[in-house]
């Protein structure tokens, strides 16, 4: 078994909010990060595939095509978008990088045709970076 | 004379767009960049200072203080903020990178104790920077 | 069970010495690095904690916590330290990338109050890094 | 258990190209990759070690020593070479990058002489990794 | 005056030989970069553009312009192909960065339809990277 | 005219301190930076020489013989050193990022067989450069 990782980068906008809370009560949760005005973010995206090698091709998966499915099924619904209005996969979820992690790994885990997502991370910012495998406690 | 460099990070939020032109005008000019919606970025921003040494200390600057300026008169204006809208500096401004980039350099151009303000570097994304020195063609 | 990362950095001296070997020992296993006139690294630290989201925050821990927590219990005790002498984790330790990464550990591992430590990870050059997950063999 | 890495680089020619098909059938796989003239890469490995800590040195291995045996069973192979003609452990086998991470495995696996070889990963673009660990499906 | 960069990466195999040499001269002077068999090397590029912003957009020049130019002048003749036999603009030039670096600013020079093109960059390895600004000694 | 940049590394103790003044006079300074008991980093340095290429080779230098120039002349007294201590064209120096990239320009300015130096670079942490480039004010 061998571990494949594409990596993709997107820039987003966001501001993280519980519409059940106040103005006050998200401020003392997230801070700045609540600013109505809204904030944003290069991410940058690494999906990891695991499976064995087809010995026709000496690939585990033609990367090309991870890459184009990572386009159609996450970059095309997050790329230069404001999360928390236009995403369709983060719809009632506060768009924290652990919800939009565990977003894209829904949007991806059953469109691999070759192997298995092993693991999805997002890097938010140099320091805090995400991942998640599929697993619950 | 030497260059000492600090460097600094922001994350903002920020759309591409001209108000004297219609919404269908910018977005041929600037296309998902000037999505009503915003989208954001990391920037990573470098200051360069440029002097002589002083003897008794061995520094151009001490480069804490000049972080201490960078945070009160740049990052205190840009961090986690809607550039469009909540940054003073960059007023009546499309905030492209080029233009955030001159709005850092003034903002920091008279405010440099020792040593001169020598150039603005700024990253928007991994494949686009930007630098300004103060320079006139 | 989602990952979150902070990672934080610590400048310190050290010197890999064996005080039960002579100094010509001491020279033969660890060459350059036993200097008695010590030298030093920029460490990266990245710390993991692994758990479930907060489904009022979204968030698995607040990273700001976990950024308060690593620099009270690590960073204070070693950033501009000289490890084998000033650092209370490492007494009786010889400091090696290994030693440093499991104090480290020990010094987080029963701090984290939402989450679970699940790594700590230390990059003493850019050629060498090291992982401790508080496994035994 | 802790686990340590030793990065290494090499600069390598290659063609993605099955002998037992067409040139057109090894560019409808493999595109611009199976050019017969050839390209390149400089790829990064990462080795992986896992096991415990020697009291007397602090160490899990000595990373120098880790550095030779990976130039002498690896990067004497494979660096300025032409991956498809010269390097004997690619033998029969298309240089992918998985094939390539694999066969790095086998060269290491029984030439550790403390611990154990975890993990073998490859970077052969920024936004291509490939890591394995020995495991079977 | 401001300065924009553009950055892109291509993948190529070269040799460095000088044809009115022996091989064994060659050898003498490239050592492992003159192997008959080729290797290659993950190339970045950075061309620097200068001049004055245009207030309407705010831009010096829209940066997926100078991306296209980049991409049909430069990339599409060097990306995945062997920089000796198949490069039109480095024919009867040793392919070395130096030679490259000039050879894509011949390119470029003047296809940059705002602006003045400034500076080409150009990192053959982690260790090595070279500029050109069009000067003369 | 092209430039070629030759990067290496190097881990040092240091610890800033003026001998004229007194240790809480250095501590008001200077900060953390003058522990008595040292603390270290690890730099990068950046060799910048410029000058024509030489139509024989392709080369501006072989930048294998500028490394073996910085090795000898630089980095074997740095690397693993006390630069307090044990660096003797520090002596009478306090180790500054601005005074160790003087001092390196001067090690290295006369001793460039090809080309000139033109720049010296240092990083000392990841947000903060130096650059020296033998200009006077």
Known sequence: MIYATRRATFNAAHRLY???LSEEENYK???KCSNP????????????VAGDIDPATGYLIDLKILRDIIEEHVISHVDH???NIETEF????????ENITIGIWNQLVNRIPKGKLYSVKL???ENNYFEYKGETI
């Open 18 to 20: 519980n519409p059940v």
């Open 29 to 31: 949760i997230f801070g």
């Open 37 to 48: 005005n809204w904030h944003g973010h290069n991410y940058v995206l690494e999906v990891v």
């Open 81 to 83: 978008k404001n999360l």
């Open 90 to 97: 983060l719809r009632n979820k506060i768009p924290t990088a």
């Open 123 to 125: 890097c938010e910012t």
